[in-house]
């Protein structure tokens, strides 16, 4: 793991966030009549608005599809939300491609081996505390929260701690929230 600098993490400009592992305890929930359910936690709801107020764009990105995680990443202001990616590195690549994105401004959460291929695309690299060991491996920075507890929140509040732009950055979402 190398540390990233200063000057490395005010490159960032998005955050690309897996769901289920990552934003969710990686359960997988069905009521009787067949809808999944998601526990998301308020935590990372308010990184997301911290994260908003760093000036990063937030990209929800997952290899299911479900009614619940569109709702919550509504509620949330996602910038950009894609469901049932298979190939998140693909996907990915296009998107930064179309968009004119460089490595250097993408900071990637994720947790497992399908997000490892697009996390190695990024110039920064967060996850879960309990995440694969080869995830583990190549992140920036391992939390210390679990998944679904506010591991996402950890990462947005690194990044903008050791940036050096913790204060203004909280003062911002206290001033937009009264």
Known sequence: ???????????LKYLVLDVDGTLTDSGVIYDENGNELK????????????????????????????????RRMKELKTD?????VKDKATFLKK??????????????VGDDLNDYKAMRLC?????PTESAPEIIE??????????????VRDVVD?????????????????????
Do not use: P
């Open 39 to 70: 526990r998301f936690s308020t935590k990372d709801g308010q990184g997301f608005n911290i994260a908003h107020a760093a000036g990063l764009q937030i990209i929800v990105m997952t290899g299911r599809e479900c009614k619940a995680t569109i």
């Open 95 to 108: 998107f930064m491609e179309d968009n004119n994105i460089s490595r250097e401004a993408v900071a990637y």
């Open 158 to 178: 690194y990044i903008i701690t050791e940036r050096g732009d913790r204060s203004e950055v909280i003062e911002k979402v206290i001033e937009e929230n009264m």
């Open 1 to 11: 793991m190398i540390m990233k600098t200063i000057d490395d993490l005010k490159k």
């Open 138 to 151: 190549i992140a920036d920075y391992v939390t210390r929260v679990k998944a679904g507890y506010g591991a």
């Open 80 to 84: 950009y939300i894609f469901q049932n």
């Open 123 to 127: 110039g920064f690299v967060g996850c």
